[in-house]
């Protein structure tokens, strides 16, 4: 009888162990996981892009947001 009743107590307990490991995933997934590529729109000032021409850039990416974006300038010889 008394083993009976140790097995029933078991039961809910690997249940709620389940259910947390199950969320755990669920949460983790939902951190880690990689959105679309961000919307880049690159407008020079005017037509011709020299070396002193203003140049405007928009970086979007609407479901996660941006944490971070960084520029480097190269100049080729």
């Known amino acids: 009888m008394k083993d009976l009743v140790e097995q029933r107590s078991l039961r809910p307990t690997a249940v709620l ?34 070396k002193r021409t203003p140049v405007t850039v928009e970086i979007a990416e609407p479901r996660r947001g941006l944490s971070y974006v960084g520029s480097s300038s190269c100049r080729e010889i």
């Open 17 to 50: 162990i389940l259910l947390v490991v199950a969320v755990l995933v669920w949460v983790g997934m939902e951190l880690l996981r990689v959105g679309p590529p961000p919307e880049i729109v690159i407008r020079p000032a005017i037509a011709f892009i020299g």
